[in-house]
């Protein structure tokens, strides 16, 4: 590390390396902690980058770190840790396992579509890993029953299975093509149950909001609706391109003589090219909205709101809130 510059003062590891309030900034940010190698690093070398986050934030650096280092251990960190909590994330459900997670599965949705036993199942499969992903990052402070996980997780595989058996018979004299969109359509309408049904408690309790330098200023539902309608849009979009764009390419590609030959190897390869999708789709999803969302004074409740008004008069035009992922 001799090449590295040692940290300067006044370095902020919780300052955003890039500009949170553009597409742009967002995107690199989540290009960062969304890295798929992150899910390879074992759980020593987390827990040590953990420590040294949390030590950098209590002014503890360790002398001669480099700012490089502290970087890479502030990346380690967000892929693998709560930012409500602080608590470590089951790999599963963390966005960083997005890719290899979400290729496989939707590589086989894509692949055994024809039948309604493997669209069943692989539906299943689905929704079980949706549900881990959207338990893992929910927001924190509202916490969820084994009840209620269970109610999300039946509600939103029976809007799967029921979206993708009836389109796929509905499908049967429709052209080809249409029959390769029904997991699409079965993925869009499960999230529009699944995530909704899994943060529940935000809805009907609120979520925590703060004000510009993060003071508590109460509990919002208009807030947590707003979160969790931008992740539900995330989620979807995530799925898109390579759900829509992959069957149509795969079924040019089904009609040349050698892809004929070679059938055995076309689940990989449409494992491999959502592979392709998702590296770019997952970050540039998550960064279709501000991590810390903002909601205007005027549309919250108005008790909340009124009661913000009699604390802090009109210095508090907005309030700001997890959203989720």
Known sequence: YAKMAIVSLGFNIDSPRWDQSTFVGRLKHFLNITDPRTVLVPEEELDQAKALVEG??????????SQEQLLYAKKLYDSA?????????NLIGRMSFQVPGGMAITGCMLQFYRTVPAVVFWQWVNQSFNAF???????AASPISLRQIGVAYVTATGAAL????GLNLY???APPLLARWVPFAAVAAANCVNIPMMRQQEIINGITVTDENYNDLGRSRRAAVKGIAQVVLSRITMAAPGMIILPIIMERLEKFTFMQRIWVLHGPLQVLLCGGFLLFMVPAACALFPQRCSLALADLEPELRD????????KVPYVYFNKGL
């Open 81 to 89: 840790f709560h930012p409500d909590s602080g608590e470590k994330m």
């Open 307 to 314: 009661s913000i008004v009699a604390k802090h008069g009109d």
């Open 171 to 173: 499908t049967k004299r």
């Open 162 to 165: 029921a979206t993708a058996v």
């Open 56 to 65: 950098c934030r209590a002014g503890l650096v360790p002398p001669g770190s």
């Open 133 to 139: 992903v959207n338990y893992t990052n929910r927001n």
